[in-house]
T-cell receptor
Framework: GQQLNQSPQSMFIQEGEDVSMNCTSS?????WLWYKQDPGEGPVLLIA?????ELTSNGRLTAQFGITRKDSFLNISASIPSDVGIYFC??????????FGQGTRLTINP | DTEVTQTPKHLVMGMTNKKSLKCEQH?????MYWYKQKAKKPPELMFV???????INESVPSRFSPECPNSSLLNLHLHALQPEDSALYLC????????????FGNGTRLTVT
């Protein structure tokens, strides 16, 4: 089936550092979504991207939809302890079937 | 706080038990979903309901039986499960139109003994 290649798989950073992660695919998606999942909870929607080239911010988070519709990145600026968690990208081709990346596990050292 | 509510939060059941997972949303969404998530893996789609009708079944074994009694409720009936079915079961909802983002509940942590 379709796959999203998400990288890196894990990140260990110092508090205050900026973070960057990305997803690529061989398929075109209509929508890219970025979710964060904390332990014992469900994924929480961070940013939704609908147009090729679209750049969207949500506080310290910024995400962009690649111009080819086959990739997206998420940046987090000035990381804080509550940013710890697993970040998933997800692509939607409009058939109500999200394709998820494998996740990026973010760990922050105080 | 999530606007998709799932109960129970935790469930332990034997392989001969029958149990049900419940999900409720009051966002007016007309599409509802069941996902299964194993540890350190992304969620995997099981079922999709659109306007209370089953629209997608991702070849899920019949020991999992979904039900959508109305536009706000989604159930997952469990019977004769196997230990490998132990996982986090996530419910989600969205607007029924194309490319509407999914909103997830906090899941039910299921353990099959």
């Amino acid at each position: 089936g379709q796959q999203l290649n998400q990288s890196p798989q894990s990140m260990f950073i110092q508090e205050g550092e900026d973070v960057s992660m990305n997803c690529t695919s061989s398929s075109i998606f209509n929508t890219w979504l970025w979710y964060k999942q904390d332990p014992g909870e469900g994924p929480v929607l961070l940013i939704a991207l609908y147009k090729a080239g679209e750049l969207t911010s949500n506080g310290r988070l910024t995400a962009q939809f690649g111009i080819t519709r086959k990739d997206s990145f998420l940046n987090i600026s000035a990381s804080i302890p509550s940013d710890v968690g697993i970040y998933f990208c997800a692509g939607d081709q409009g058939a109500q079937k999200l394709v998820f990346g494998q996740g990026t596990r973010l760990t922050i050292n105080p | 706080d999530t606007e998709v509510t799932q109960t129970p939060k935790h469930l332990v059941m034997g392989m001969t038990n029958k149990k049900s997972l419940k999900c409720e949303q009051h966002m007016g969404h007309r599409a509802m979903y069941w996902y299964k998530q194993k540890a350190k893996k992304p969620p995997e789609l099981m079922f999709v309901y659109s306007y209370e009708k089953l629209s997608i079944n991702e070849s899920v074994p019949s020991r999992f039986s979904p039900e959508c009694p109305n536009s706000s409720l989604l159930n997952l009936h469990l019977h004769a499960l196997q230990p490998e079915d132990s996982a986090l079961y996530l419910c989600a909802s969205s607007q029924a139109q194309r490319n509407s983002p999914l909103h997830f509940g906090n899941g039910t942590r299921l353990t099959v003994t």
